[in-house]
């Protein structure tokens, strides 16, 4: 069931622009007080997107509980009047998508991934609701208007050439909007992580999300599951200050952390870029920076060459078989610890392409994943 071709231009599922610089265009379109269209839309187009979902029931019963935890939270902060609903869509995808309506939409490869985990649900649901509160359909809507009307020389999405001698605004108005797409979509996620803490889910279930999509992408880093949101490492750069303040508000409403809706917060690592120095004929030394939370014991770090990430999802890394790889523990105990291999450019008489490191837990689940830069053979 294709359900992505009939929304994915109305909701938010709308920037492939991992590249571009997050400074630059702050421009923030006020929402007129009259303006009904993002409603008016959704309402239009409800009947199609409910015949291909369903209502979250049955091994969704938690993502539903989670949802109305967090409505309610919303409600006690906000005058908006909002019926929320929960849907969970059956195409095997991973995504998650908001009406201005008020109904959140879950691709159910997302809703097995989060599974039974409160917290991870959190994660999901918060984001969401975060850009209907905020009402982000209608100012990406205002701020194409803006782009055509006088930051940009065409409209976006023209499906035409722009006009001679226009081709560098029209290049213009592409970046810029790519950085408001982003700017939207990591204030959504400040104020999911705030809410999530209000609510009672510790803030660190959103990186765990992160970095359990960005082990099952397929794709090197230039691009993510969620497509229209910055590239995971840059959304831990940039969100590390709202990881922070989120983090001190949950603890100060829920000093037992274990008593919380969510739970005690899930182990997170923060792979950081690998480097690689050649240290002699086919010899390399590969560095892996990182850094964790919540970790009680340790962590193995994976070393893999010619890794399913090139083909295939990954939810835990097995035995490697036939696949050259490396290995090493640690209890990562530093702020700032670095796990190092020394590694041939050939292992078993045949050309060992290192390509990806893989943080996994004692029971071999991905908690992080970093992508090495190529190395020469």
Not at 30 to 58: V, W
Not at 329 to 341: A, M, Q
Request: contains cysteine.
């Amino acid at each position: 069931m294709e359900v992505r071709t009939n929304y994915v231009g109305f909701y938010l599922s709308i920037c492939l622009v991992c590249a571009i610089p997050l400074s630059g265009q702050n421009v923030d379109p006020e929402i007129p007080s009259h303006f009904k269209l993002d409603i008016e839309m959704a309402a239009r187009l409800r009947p199609e997107l409910e015949s291909q979902s369903t209502a979250a029931a049955g091994k969704y019963t938690a993502a539903r509980l989670v949802f109305e935890r967090l409505a309610a939270q919303v409600a006690k902060q906000s005058n908006a009047k909002i019926t929320w609903h929960l849907r969970i869509v059956e195409d095997g995808r991973l995504n998650a998508l908001s009406s201005p309506d008020g109904t959140v939409y879950v691709e159910d490869g997302l809703a097995d991934l989060a599974g039974p985990s409160t917290g991870l649900w959190a994660a999901v649901l918060s984001h969401e609701i975060a850009h209907v509160v905020r009402r982000d359909w209608a100012r990406r809507y205002l701020f194409e208007k803006y782009l055509a009307s006088g930051g940009g020389s065409i409209i976006l999405g023209d499906s035409g050439l722009p006009p001679a001698g226009t081709f560098s605004d029209s290049e213009k108005a592409s970046a810029d909007f790519g950085r408001f797409c982003q700017r939207m979509e990591l204030e959504a996620d400040r104020e999911g992580l705030m809410l999530m803490a209000r609510a009672g889910y510790h803030p660190d279930f959103v990186p765990a999300l992160h970095h359990l999509l960005h082990a099952r992408e397929n794709v090197p880093n230039n691009a993510s599951v969620y497509a229209m949101h910055p590239c995971w490492e840059e959304r831990d750069h940039e969100l590390s200050r709202a990881y922070t303040e989120a983090s001190i508000d949950f603890e100060h409403r829920w000093p037992e952390w274990y008593a919380s809706p969510g739970g005690n917060p899930p182990v997170v690592v923060f792979a950081e870029e690998p480097t690689i120095k050649k240290t002699g004929a086919q010899q390399w030394q590969v560095q892996i920076p990182m850094r964790c939370q919540n970790l009680a014991g340790a962590v193995e770090v994976v070393l893999r060459a010619d890794g399913p990430s090139r083909g295939e999802h990954l939810d835990r890394v097995a035995d490697a078989g036939d696949r050259p790889e490396a290995r090493q523990l640690t209890g990562c105990t530093s702020p700032r610890t670095t796990v190092v291999f020394n590694v041939a450019g050939k292992s078993a008489g045949a050309d060992a392409h290192w390509t990806d490191v893989y943080v996994v837990d004692a029971w071999g689940a991905v908690l992080a994943r970093a992508v090495l830069p190529k190395i020469a053979h």
